[in-house]
């Protein structure tokens, strides 16, 4: 469904499922650009360029591969 929604968590558990969703992406089986995100995680005060931030974690291991539209990514 192109226009899904997802809730996605940051860490080292997701990363294999992360890997296989771009793989999927990268062989145009899949297409993120039209789905909404809501990052599961944060913490208060955090923005995204911070190290410790977790949106920021997810954005280098996922979203910048995945072809999400940072409009429909919500914090």
Known sequence: K???VFS???GSTPLG???ELLARVSSGTLDF???HLFCLDEYVGVNREDPNSL???L???FLHGA???PDR???
């Open 17 to 19: 499922l992360f890997n």
């Open 59 to 61: 954005d280098r291991s």
């Open 2 to 4: 192109s226009d899904a």
């Open 73 to 75: 990514v919500h914090i």
């Open 8 to 10: 996605l968590p940051t």
């Open 33 to 35: 650009s039209r789905a």
């Open 55 to 57: 949106t920021g974690f």
């Open 67 to 69: 072809g999400f539209d």
